[in-house]
């Protein structure tokens, strides 16, 4: 981490009683495997409907287009069912096994049920909190899943990957009460993660595009004014750095797709250009001469 950086916590609790949250940070010093990471949001549902004769339990494909200089990658994802009453009692109360498919094979199992909900920290508790549940437990946090994408992937190539839920059929798809009888569903955030030991994208003469097309800067070199331009979404934040790392500059945009960076105060040399935009954070190298 470096900059201002925030920190969110969302709780979500029934009854009158109130919340206490105690929070520690632990720093511990040392060196990454992979000074550089670039990262792709691959699925980001907050309510993904189960079982559903409507709705698909395979959920869309995504293509990445690896970075050349890619090292290592792996998929990291948090994922948990809810609902009950339904079929199976699913999602929360039902105990499947999903699948990740990487390129048209099918490449890890994802068994999602946890079985120690009534070892955590925050027991003991009323209710149901002691019983097995699809990847997590009252009070306790959600453990991200990590699949290492060893010998699956071409650096420069595309990558395909699907998520697919296990077959599930809810019989009992009506008469929602908000309480004894919820719709089944499932909070899925998944990423690709790739690490380098160089930087992803080097410098050429006119225009340069990220790998994954989230953005475009020119020119480049420029004598001090490039322009950033969004491709099909919207910019969030920029940071410039030095070479070493040194933050200069950290600027935030209320979704714009096109701005002009003027860097003529700075002296000439090469720069990091890191954008972050909803899809994702990536970075590029950029000439100030």
């Known amino acids: 981490m470096s900059g201002k950086t925030t920190f969110e916590s969302i709780i979500q609790a029934w009854g009158a009683s109130g919340w206490l949250l105690n929070m520690e940070l632990e720093f511990i010093p040392g060196t990454p495997d992979y000074p550089y990471v670039s990262v792709d949001r691959l699925w980001n549902e907050t309510n993904w409907v189960y079982g559903d004769p409507n709705i698909s339990y395979d959920l869309p494909e995504k293509t990445i287009t690896i970075n050349p200089e890619t090292d290592a990658a792996k998929i990291r994802m948090t994922i948990s069912g809810h609902g009950q009453g339904n079929t199976l009692n699913a999602a929360e109360f039902a105990e499947f096994t999903h699948k990740i498919w990487v390129n048209g094979s099918e490449a ?79 909070k899925i955030q998944a990423y690709l993660i790739q690490y380098s030991t160089d930087m992803f994208v080097g410098v050429n003469d006119q225009k340069i595009s990220t790998p994954n097309g989230y953005f475009e800067v020119f020119p480049n070199p420029s004598s001090g004014v490039f322009t950033i331009s969004a491709n099909h979404t919207e910019i969030e934040s920029v ?33 990091i250009l890191q954008v972050t935009t909803k899809e994702g954070v990536s970075a590029v190298k950029i000439s100030k001469q």
């Not at 925050?122 to 453990?143: F, H, M």
């Not at 071409?154 to 919820?182: I, K, M, R």
């Open 239 to 271: 940071r410039i750095l030095t070479m070493n790392g040194r933050i200069i500059d950290t600027r935030s945009f209320a979704g714009q797709q096109r701005f002009d960076l003027n860097l003529e105060s700075q002296p000439d040399g090469l720069y």
């Open 108 to 186: 890890f199992p994802l068994h999602l049920w946890k079985t120690d909900c009534g070892q955590n920290a925050c027991s003991p508790q009323n209710g149901t909190y002691l019983y097995s549940r699809a990847g997590w437990c009252p009070g306790q946090d959600i453990q991200p899943w990590e699949f290492d994408l060893d010998g699956m992937f071409t650096p420069g190539s595309d990558l395909n990957l699907d998520l697919v839920l296990a077959e599930y059929l809810n019989l009992l798809n009506t008469g929602y009460n908000g309480s004894s009888h919820t719709e089944p569903y499932f």
